[in-house]
């Protein structure tokens, strides 16, 4: 392809995953680099190592090399950093998965007198690229360092990769920008070229806002409960005002995952260090942990004595079409039941696997039988369970499954 680059992809989770293979898709040489011979080993042998829609099937048609040897960045021209940034107890980030690579890949550019620009894809809180990335590359005068935050949505990645919303590129040096911007001719999404640490913050704030967005219409959903008013109902009215928009209004146990709440609690963090009182962020933070324990108190007003009962949970990802569990809602809830003497059945169609290394105890099995208890919980909006037979059954709904609303007793967490 005309002006194609050779590219390193440094971190191969989900975001340096899609980032590899979309970028080999748009006919760009890529190489993935990883310290995890397991998963060097599956992507080579054209394995799709984690469970994302239509990665498997990208990767049958396109060939990336991948390998733990950072010196296979030396012959390209622009590298990806994407390592994970895991939350500290604080709400701090951990750099461990950034800083590391990061200095890796200075070694082994020290002295090239190749141009190569390094971007920088992980979440990091706004003055980190600069205070902690650019460093490892100050004996290095022609690698220039970027940023260019990902908006990927876990289940849909790729297709958010191939039509991103937008385009945002932080730069401090006019050609690396263009270098980067140059990966994506063709793609009609707007462009925001600002400096390195705006570009940081478009994805926290961006995040931080998805966020209050769910715990501001959990908050009218428990408002409503008490008032009789369907908030799905309120939603439908809201979101046609463009100044609102109508996603995000799903009011239900609140939100999980690896991003939303790690960003929220580190930005969070990031203001408080610097002596604000981030007051928003923190309620939001606060409604969405207090969120999910009301599907506990719903449990026992029907199920008053839960000791020795069995409970039922359908859903255990922190969202369809994901096996990812990271902060799921179903981890407070199943510690809360355990903890009152029940017994957990659990369904989940994708994410037993990494749900049974968190809860080894708990018996897994099917939707049908998972039903079969003193009462059923569902805690993950799965398309399948809009298909069970509710009837006869007690059912507490965490996230608006109408078909649930046939069950002999049946109560949402904010309906
Ligand atoms: C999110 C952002 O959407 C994405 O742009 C960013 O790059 C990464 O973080 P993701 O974490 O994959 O993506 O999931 P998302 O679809 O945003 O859902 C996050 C959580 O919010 C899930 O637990 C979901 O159940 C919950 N949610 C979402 C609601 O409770 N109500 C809603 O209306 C929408």
């Not at 971190?11 to 995953?17: D, I, P």
């Amino acid at each position: 392809m005309k002006d194609s680059k050779a590219i390193s992809v440094i971190g191969l989770g989900v975001v340096g995953l899609v980032t590899a293979i979309g970028f080999a898709m748009k006919g760009h040489r890529v190489v993935g680099i990883d310290i995890d011979a397991e998963k060097v080993r599956k992507i080579s042998d054209g394995v799709c190592p984690i469970y994302e829609s239509a990665l498997g099937e990208a990767m049958k048609t396109i060939n990336i090399e991948a390998s733990m040897d950072f010196e296979k960045a030396l012959d390209t021209d622009i590298s990806f950093l994407c390592g994970g940034t895991p939350g500290n107890s604080d709400g701090s980030i951990s750099l461990r998965y950034v800083k590391g690579p990061a200095r890796q890949l200075g070694e082994v550019l020290l002295g090239s007198t190749k141009r190569h620009t390094v971007v920088v894809r992980s979440t990091v809180v706004p003055g980190t690229t600069e205070k902690a990335i650019v460093p490892c590359f100050k004996d290095s005068p022609d690698v220039n360092v970027c940023v260019n935050p990902e908006f990927l949505r876990e289940g849909s990645a790729l297709e958010d990769f191939m039509h991103p919303t937008r385009i945002i590129i932080g730069e401090n040096n006019k050609a690396s920008g263009d270098e980067l911007l140059s990966l994506y001719n063709g793609m009609k999404s707007p462009i925001l070229r600002t400096n390195i640490k705006t570009a940081e913050m478009i994805k926290y704030a961006s995040n931080s806002f998805l966020a209050t967005k769910i715990s501001f219409i959990n908050e009218i959903g428990n408002i409503c409960k008490k008032m009789g008013i369907d908030v799905y109902e309120v939603a439908r009215g809201m979101g046609h005002d463009e100044r609102i928009g109508a996603e995000f209004l799903r009011a239900g146990i609140g939100y999980g995952g690896f991003c939303l709440p790690k960003d929220t609690a580190a930005l969070a963090a990031e203001a408080r260090a610097l002596g604000n009182n981030p007051e928003i962020l923190e309620g939001v933070i606060s409604t969405n942990n207090k969120q999910p324990l009301k599907m506990l108190e719903l449990l026992r007003k029907h199920v008053p004595n839960l000791g020795g009962k069995t409970i039922g949970i359908l859903g255990l990802a922190f969202k369809p079409e994901t096996d990812d569990v990271r902060e799921s809602k179903a981890i407070p809830i199943i510690e809360g039941i355990l903890l009152s003497g029940a017994r957990v059945k659990a369904h989940d169609p994708r994410a037993v696997p990494n749900f049974r290394k968190l809860f080894p105890q708990i018996e897994y099995t099917g939707a049908k039988e998972v039903l079969d208890s003193d009462a059923a919980l569902i805690i993950t909006e799965w398309d399948e369970y809009n298909y069970l037979n509710y009837k006869g059954k007690v059912v507490i709904d965490g996230r608006r499954i109408s078909k649930a609303m046939e069950a002999k007793y049946y109560e949402g967490i904010c309906w």
